[in-house]
């Protein structure tokens, strides 16, 4: 009973340096995003996914990448690493649309970017 | 922008008193209102819900109020328990879903 699997839990970067995110879910989802959580911002949805091979940009989409192979994976890329992506990251999952569905997280991947 | 507002960054009660959490939104077309709660080292889990259609919606200890008009929503919390220490986030949704910076609320025993 896994839920939202994030790996890895830590991650220490150099800037410029490129490294990817992996989420996998065993709910049978639909739906899937990335968010980032930074101190007193909330949670920003980076981009988010409506079914296996889609991919759509949402509110800080810049400097990241996503993709979608398989219905159960969502992984997020960063192609060169800057310090302002030091955050928490955060995958999420549901069955549908999020007006009506309530998001399934994992626990997160903490990313220093020095 | 951001469209939902947690102003207060941290509470404190006494356990067994009553835990009030506050939200503002400013865009009308949302129609889902949700609290999500976290701890440490975790990523956080759904708490209740309500949609624009209601003005109450209640689950055991925990009492989500909606006031449309003045675009204002609360979270109570009666009797508050220690194990309720964490941060409470609520989001608003129309087609994604909008988090607020998040609220720690801390119960003394």
């Known amino acids: 009973n896994a839920g939202v699997t994030q790996t890895p839990k830590f991650r220490v970067l150099k800037t410029g340096q490129s490294m990817t995110l992996l989420c996998a879910q065993d709910?049978?989802?639909?739906?899937m995003y990335w968010y980032r959580q930074d101190p007193g911002m909330g949670l920003r949805l980076i981009h988010y996914?409506?079914?296996?091979?889609?991919?759509a940009k949402g509110e800080v989409p810049d400097g990241y990448n996503v993709s979608r192979l398989k219905k159960q994976n969502f992984l997020l890329g960063l192609e060169s690493a800057a310090p302002s992506q030091t955050s928490v990251y955060f995958c999420?999952?549901?069955?549908?649309?999020?007006?009506?569905?309530?998001?399934?997280f994992g626990n997160g991947t903490r990313l220093t970017v020095t | 922008d951001q469209q939902v507002k947690q102003n207060s960054p941290s509470l404190s009660v006494q356990e067994g008193r009553i835990s009030i959490l506050n939200c503002d939104y400013t865009?009308?077309?949302?129609?889902?209102f949700l609290w999500y709660k976290k701890y440490p080292a975790e990523g956080p889990t759904f708490l209740i819900s309500?949609?624009?259609?209601?003005d109450k919606n209640e689950d055991g200890r925990f009492t989500v109020f909606l006031n449309k008009s003045a675009k204002h929503l609360s979270l109570h919390i009666v009797p508050s328990q220690p194990g309720d220490s964490a941060v409470y986030f609520c989001?608003?949704?129309?087609?994604?879903?909008?988090f607020g910076a998040g609220t720690r609320l801390t119960v003394k025993p």
């Open positions: 989001a608003a949704s129309d087609w994604d879903m909008r």
């Open positions: 996914s409506v079914g296996e091979g889609t991919t």
């Open positions: 309500i949609s624009s259609i209601k």
């Open positions: 865009n009308s077309m949302f129609d889902y």
């Open positions: 709910m049978n989802h639909e739906y």
């Open positions: 999420a999952s549901t069955y549908g649309w999020s007006s009506n569905s309530p998001l399934h």
